[in-house]
Every structure is written in C-alpha cells, then in structure tokens.
C-alpha cells in the first residue's frame, strides 16, 4: 500500500476517445509528479507542479494535459492518444521541490491504447 | 549530460548477501536514491544518500562516495520476496530525478 493512491489501476481506451488519470495524496507534500514507464525501462519525467503550479513539462506531447485543482490532487487528461503511448503511468509526491526528500510513488496507471 | 550505470541483472542465492553497484556522472547532485520496484508494480522507496557513508536501514544499507561518483546498494539475508528490480536515482537538481536503467535481482532458494 503506498500513501499516494492513482484511479484508475488499468484503462483500456481507443485513439479517439478522452480520459483522466487521478492521483491523491494527503500528506502533505507540495510537489507533485507525473512520470511514464515502459517495460524494462525506469520511470521517465513528464510535469513537475510546485505548489499546484506547473514548474516543469518534459517537452511531452499536447496530446497529455496535467491539471492540479489542488495541493492533494493532481490529474492527466489524456486525448487522441497513440498506441506508442500505452505504459504504465507513475505519480508521486514530495514534501517540495527545493528540498532533496525521496519521492513517493503511487501504485500507478497502467493503460493501454487500442 | 546525465549517466547513471547499474549493472543489469545479477543473482544470489536466499540467505546471502548482495551488493548493487550504482555510477553516476551528472551536472549536480543534490542526493541519492534508491527504490525498488516489483514487476508490474510502483517503485517504492529503500534509502537515500546525501552525504558520503553508509546508511542503514534494517536488511537494507546503502553507500555513497561523492568524488567517486559511486554508491551501493546492499542487501543482506536475502529473502526470496527481494526479487525484483532495483532503481538507482539522483538527483542532480531539485525536483528533477534522474532513474537508472535499474539492475535486475534474482534470488533462488
């Protein structure tokens, strides 16, 4: 069980349709991010928000759109995906950005595009 | 650039000890870490390293060398649940983690 809770734990969806990931987390933190992981391969940054404000985009496509409503909420509105962009999809959380505390992981988002 | 190094799989036999070697060659560093990860599973988090020397935590220990760029990760009574794989990161900034290619680890009865 981890701290940062991600719905849904799979999603199956065609290029044409449009969905959400969530993630929560209620400790407290104030940095909040989104990674994408293929097989094999380690987690890959995509949008760092600091304080519900986006600080960094890892030049990801348009076609993934972040939102943070609020410090314990943090979403990825997906639309017209690719099949190249099924992966398991990882959001953690920090206490903040400028200090150098581990990030904590949530169970993740596995989602696979038809 | 940034370049983290891991070896990608080792073995050992439960009971053992196991050392996971980690390299990094980055523009800062501001810590590092390491996590492990269940096939299918989120990374969760073992230990991390800001200054030189070793940190303990239960079966868990790990070591960093700033000059040499080099840390470890060591695992001691090795339990058959500790298969898995094993991600070393650092942080070269604030905020922005960089993963190893992670190394593999299984462990055979």
């Known amino acids: 069980d981890t701290e940062v809770t991600q719905t849904p734990k799979h999603l199956v969806m065609g290029m044409t349709n449009k969905k959400s990931l969530k993630c929560e987390q209620h400790?407290?933190?104030?940095?909040m991010y989104w990674y994408k992981q293929k097989a094999k391969k380690p987690p890959e940054l995509m949008f760092v928000y600091s304080y519900e404000k986006l600080s960094i985009n890892e030049s990801v496509p348009s076609r993934f759109s972040p939102e943070c409503p609020n410090s314990s909420l943090l979403n990825l509105h997906l639309h017209a995906l690719q099949p190249e962009d099924s992966a398991l999809y990882l959001c953690a959380s920090s206490p903040d950005r400028s200090t150098n505390q581990p990030q904590h992981f949530g169970d993740g988002t596995r989602l696979s595009i038809l | 650039g940034q370049n983290i190094d891991q070896p990608t799989e080792m073995t050992a036999t439960e009971g053992a000890i196991v050392q996971i070697n980690c390299t990094y060659q980055?523009?800062?560093?501001?810590?590092l870490f390491w996590y492990q990860q269940h096939a299918g599973e989120a990374p969760t988090f073992l230990s991390y390293n800001v200054l030189d020397g070793l940190e303990e935590k239960g079966r868990f220990s790990s070591f960093l060398s700033r000059s040499k760029g080099y840390s470890y990760l060591l695992l001691k009574e090795l339990q058959m649940k500790d298969s898995a794989s094993y991600l070393c990161a650092v942080l070269p900034y604030t905020d922005k983690l960089i993963f190893g290619t992670g190394t593999r680890l299984q462990v055979f009865p």
């Open positions: 400790m407290g933190h104030r940095a």
């Open positions: 980055t523009s800062g560093f501001n810590g």
